[in-house]
């Protein structure tokens, strides 16, 4: 998979960078305007996949390893877990107990914009993995049955 | 409020249209990009009913999902599929349509529809009237899936672990085995 035209190869470099601004603006204003982590998250997760279909799955695995989005879509179900357990400790599971600050601010309503990072970072790495899945590892098990045919 | 239902009704006529070619095309790449127009419809249709929230994230999974199954559907040889109909299934799907406009008809036939944008539950006036105070979150929906209703979305979450999960550890054992295979030979 060598990726595709110099065009289109070109207006992704270009791209990429504002995608995953628009998705990290998305998840940070869930809060307060239409979104949330699971859009976020998955607007996130289309850019490295137009980074894996523009330049080839090595270039794609170079700016995000198949082993980071491993370990940070574990840490995004967890963090969800650590958050709710929080709650624990002063009353009861999810409970919001940070912070809520002023209405319609960045910095208010407790645990829902950390609860949005985590979902986002869930959400987001386990689509790339998906999509990984499904467009390298087949590719590659079908050009060895093609070869085991050949032979 | 201005009067939408003409909008709506068009677009369901054209999610029926493009569900229909869908099932009935021979060819699996029209298929998906049937199923696909009938996703984005479904956003639009979102967008009218005043669900920004749903809209986004509709049309976002929509092309992820797009992308994955024109992928998968590019790879194969040949696309095209023969199907003959089974009566079987033409049987089951009848009787099943049968049966839910028979319960439809049991639970709505005596009192008629609720109005247009009426909600059945009444629970939904509770989070409209107290999600500002209680989370101080601007956004109504964020506050219900993540607050009033966090433990469900912890559900969610840990679903698309779960079933994540299980389809990388399937993709990735017979990539593996493939590969050994190869080396072995």
């Known amino acids: 998979m060598n990726g595709m035209t110099l065009i289109v ?10 995608i995953i601004v628009f998705g990290t603006y998305i998840v940070l ?32 695995f170079s700016k995000m390893p198949e ?12 963090m969800f877990l650590l958050i709710g357990w929080f709650g624990v400790t002063v009353g009861f599971f999810f409970m919001n107990t940070f912070g809520r600050g002023e209405a319609f ?18 959400v987001g790495s386990s689509l790339f993995l998906v999509f990984s899945a499904l467009a390298v590892f087949r590719r590659r098990s079908f050009r060895a049955m093609i070869e085991d045919e050949l032979a | ?57 509709q049309l976002v999974v929509e092309v992820l999902v797009l992308i994955i199954l024109i992928r998968g559907t590019i790879l194969l040889d040949n696309t095209a599929v023969e199907s003959h109909r089974d009566t079987l299934a033409v049987v089951t799907s009848l009787i099943f349509f049968g049966l839910v ?13 609720p109005e247009f944008g009426e909600p059945l539950m009444r629970v939904s006036r509770v989070y409209v009237h107290t999600g500002l105070p209680a989370t101080y979150c601007a956004n109504i929906v964020s506050s219900v899936i993540l607050d009033f209703r ?22 990735r054992k017979d990539g593996k085995r493939k590969e050994e295979e190869v080396v072995a030979a």
């Open chain 2, 101 to 113: 406009l028979g319960f439809g008809a049991m639970i709505f036939g005596g009192r008629g529809f």
């Open chain 1, 67 to 78: 082993k980071t989005a491993h370990i940070l879509d574990s840490a995004g179900a967890l």
């Open chain 1, 29 to 60: 204003y869930g809060h307060l305007t239409p979104g949330g982590g699971f859009a976020g998250g998955v607007i996130i997760a289309c850019a490295f996949i137009l980074l894996m279909l523009a330049h080839g799955k090595d270039v794609a």
């Open chain 2, 150 to 171: 966090a433990y469900d979305t912890m559900g969610e979450a840990t679903v698309l672990f779960t079933s994540i999960l299980g389809a990388l550890a399937l993709l």
């Open chain 1, 9 to 18: 190869k070109t207006i992704t470099d270009f791209v990429v960078g504002f």
């Open chain 2, 1 to 57: 409020m201005e009067n939408i239902t003409p909008q709506l009704y068009a677009l369901l006529v054209f999610m029926i249209v493009g569900s229909i070619v869908a099932i009935e095309t021979r060819n699996l790449l029209s298929a998906v990009i049937s199923v696909a127009a009938v996703g984005f419809a479904l956003s639009v249709a979102f967008l009218f009913l005043g669900a920004p929230d749903i809209a986004i994230t």
């Open chain 1, 105 to 122: 601010r960045l910095l208010s309503s407790g645990m829902i914009l950390p609860l949005n990072i985590a979902i986002a970072f869930k």
